[in-house]
């Protein structure tokens, strides 16, 4: 069919629906199955251009069946069109092809916003799922989502998904030209999920809630920064904020869905990132290592969130993320999530795996992870009545502290700043202040743990009459003796050994520490 019947054609279908409100669907479906099936640019673009038409005449009229095929033909824009116009093997001028694939895009995205804002109360419930799942692919529009693990662990990797390749050289113009478009669809989640509130129950499900958090966790792992950066704050923010009022069921779907596989994928890509960076210091002598390029060269295929600033970022709101809903929303998640104990151990091992990060990384990107995760671990084990953890899950976080303490990267047993630790000035006082948070944090946790313990018995901390309060964990553990070997050890450490400040900052940490723990000591080891 030439373009100019086709435009005709169009725009009686358009006014049909002016005529019959009964035969409404007809078009729209109609619409819908000749832009699957066409191969004419300049038909696709008709196409979307009388359907923004057409809403805004009959949009008030519209069933639910009818805006599914409305939000289907838009979603379809964004795979189609870039299909068609790039991957067709078309012999027109690239650029100008993208530009037009773009443009087409944009408009649609257009249309999609004109709906959200002029009639998503007239959706339905099918057509707020459509509505939902079609700003998810507007979100991913020019990216690629990095694999995230399931409940199996399992991990899957979309790099060609949602239509485009990012990987290509070819279609790296179009993840540029789509940031834009991203950022917007990001934006207008955040305008759903206040929709869904505001809902209450009367138009809104825990399967659209669900649905909408799914999305955002592919943004959170977007392969380009700035997508991937206001996903995880509008995902993050969301849960924080509207955390009280989701549907009970929502839980589930929050922490094994969602939180855990973005907490598992950065981590595990994390240990990997900085693993080669150490393999290539001993390949080149112990020489530092040389920082990537956020740049990618022509044609490389380039992981863009796994540079070292970049992932600091994601797991630092990640580790503080974790640490408030652990703590805001602690009764929701036991009451509703299921396997919960499995759950806690898994984001548990996510923090600790942050918190011992020092141990693979050779270079000081990873000290403000490690800070942040200490921060987290302290807050969890200062609060571990209150959180009802086990005493297995008090000895996981107890020994990750331990674990940076103990670190190799962290020691200088010669004293004599030779030690694998962190070689500059600056690196040598992030240390500093990461190993004073894990002495502070293990310190706090024996003093609240044995303060509470005597008071509960009705005795002074001192009373010679009261056997030792005991401390939670594995059988046998004396959390005491333990802070103190690890107070000694810190002795070693790189950022005590090369201080130009005498005493150190580990050293004044450790006196102050062990001044308060002096008055809770029942042993004569302990003493020794």
């Known amino acids: 069919v030439s373009n100019q019947s086709f435009s005709s054609a169009t725009r009686q279908s358009s006014s049909m629906l002016l005529v019959d409100e009964g035969d ?12 699957r099936a066409s191969l004419s640019d300049a038909i696709c673009s008709s196409i979307l251009r009388e359907l923004h038409k057409a809403l805004g005449q009959v949009a008030p009229k519209l ?54 804002h002029g009639s998503i109360t007239n959706l ?59 950022l917007s669809a990001v934006q207008l989640a955040w305008s759903l999920a206040d929709y869904l ?34 996903a995880t704050k509008t995902m993050f923010s969301l849960m924080i904020t509207h955390g009280s009022l989701l549907p009970n069921e929502c839980w589930g779907t929050c922490i094994w869905d969602v939180v855990i596989p973005i907490g598992e994928r950065v981590a595990a890509v994390s240990t990997e990132l900085y693993a080669k960076q150490e393999e290539e210091r001993l390949a080149s002598g112990g020489a530092p290592v ?75 990107d990873a000290e403000d992870v490690v800070f942040a995760a200490v921060k987290v671990i302290d807050s969890m084990l200062s609060a571990h009545d209150a ?50 948070a894990v002495l502070a944090g293990l310190s706090n946790f024996v003093q609240s743990t044995n303060v509470a313990a005597v008071a509960a018995a009705g005795a002074s901390p001192n009373s010679p009459d009261e056997p030792p309060p005991k401390t939670p964990g594995t059988a046998g553990t004396n959390y005491i003796s333990r802070v103190l070997v690890a107070l000694e050890a810190s002795q070693c450490s790189h950022a005590s050994t090369t201080s130009y400040l005498s005493p150190s900052q580990v050293q004044t940490t450790t006196l102050d ?4 723990l002096m008055p809770l000591f029942t042993r004569e080891s302990e003493w020794h």
């Open 24 to 35: 409404a669907i007809e078009p729209f479906g109609l619409l819908l199955e000749l832009y």
């Open 63 to 116: 069933t639910t069946k009818s805006w599914c095929a409305v939000l289907k033909l838009i979603e379809s824009t964004k795979a189609i069109t870039i299909t068609n116009k790039v991957g067709g093997g078309l012999t027109t001028d690239i650029n100008t092809l993208i530009a037009a694939a773009c443009d087409d895009v944009s408009f649609a995205f257009r249309t999609l916003e004109m709906v959200q």
């Open 124 to 182: 339905g419930y099918e057509g707020l799922l459509a509505m939902i799942a079609c700003v998810g692919e507007y979100i991913h529009f020019g990216g690629a989502t990095s694999g995230a693990s399931s409940k199996d662990g399992s991990t899957q990797d979309s790099s060609s998904s949602h239509g485009v390749a990012s990987s290509s050289s070819l279609l790296r113009p179009v993840a540029d030209r789509g940031i834009n478009v991203s």
């Open 197 to 230: 509130v505001a809902a209450d129950g009367s138009n809104a499900s825990p399967h659209h809630w669900n649905t909408l958090m799914l999305q955002l966790r592919d943004g959170c792992l977007d392969s380009r920064h700035e997508v991937r950066q206001s």
């Open 290 to 364: 040389k920082k990537r390029s956020t740049i990618p060269k022509p044609g490389e295929r380039t992981e863009e969130w796994a540079t070292p600033k970049q992932l600091q970022e994601l797991s630092i709101a990640l580790l503080e993320f974790i640490g408030r809903i652990t703590r805001l929303f602690h009764a929701e998640m036991i009451a509703d999530v299921p396997n919960y104990p499995t759950a806690l151990s898994r984001l548990h091992g996510i923090i600790c795996g942050s918190a011992l990060i020092a141990k693979t990384s050779a270079s000081g």
């Open 387 to 436: 959180l009802d953890l086990t005493a297995d899950e008090v000895e996981m976080l107890f020994a990750s502290l331990e674990g940076i303490v103990n670190a190799p990267e962290c020691r200088d047993p010669l004293g004599d700043g030779s030690g694998t630790g962190f070689s500059t000035s600056n690196e040598a006082s992030k240390s500093a202040k990461v190993m004073c």
């Open 513 to 516: 520490e062990l001044a308060k």
